[in-house]
């Protein structure tokens, strides 16, 4: 590139006598307009390759949950009542080898993690709920609650 060639494009001019095109001019000669209006083409959607216009994209608005019903009563909440839970009562743990599960026979004791007295754990869904003492109930083993676990010390456990 000549010297000539050269101060034709500072003055905006090309070879052939034309304006220089925007997308031609140096970067040292784009003004803050010439920036934000290429900024604008980039953010404009570009058609597909069918001609047709690109999807435009939005933010879904959802409606709040109302704490009533649309009349204003109360949501009926009667529809869990009938989902099946397992509830264990847990006396006490122990871990042992396959051998020595093996060698028990009637009358063996195995010992367990817990003392006598102990309050048990009782899991609803193998997460624990509360803690009760043993009773017998028409002759049948049951669980007397003592103490129920708070939330908070429920999400703890979680951690």
């Known amino acids: 590139m000549d010297q000539s060639e050269i101060d034709a494009l500072m ?13 031609d001019k140096a970067e040292s000669e784009l003004s803050w307009d ?3 209006e290429e900024l604008e083409k980039s953010k404009r ?21 109302p704490k009533s ?21 847990e006396l006490g743990r122990n ?3 396959i051998g020595e ?6 009358g063996s004791v195995i010992e367990l993690t817990k003392m006598a007295g102990e309050p048990m754990d009782v899991y609803v869904n193998n997460r624990l709920m509360a803690r009760g003492e043993v009773v017998v109930v ?9 103490d ?3 939330p908070a010390e429920r999400i703890n456990r979680l951690k």
């Open 11 to 23: 003055q905006g001019i090309s070879e052939g006598g034309e304006p220089v095109k925007e997308g």
């Open 34 to 36: 010439d920036v934000q």
């Open 45 to 65: 959607p570009v058609a597909t390759s069918h001609d047709q216009p690109a999807a435009e994209v939005s933010i879904p608005q959802f409606e709040e949950i």
């Open 69 to 89: 019903g649309p009349t204003g009563e109360k949501i009926d909440l009667n529809f869990i009542l009938d989902i099946p839970l397992t509830v264990n009562v």
């Open 95 to 97: 871990r042992m080898l």
């Open 101 to 106: 599960l093996l060698q028990l026979g009637q």
């Open 138 to 146: 028409n002759e049948k083993f049951g669980v007397r609650l003592t």
């Open 148 to 150: 129920i676990i708070s």
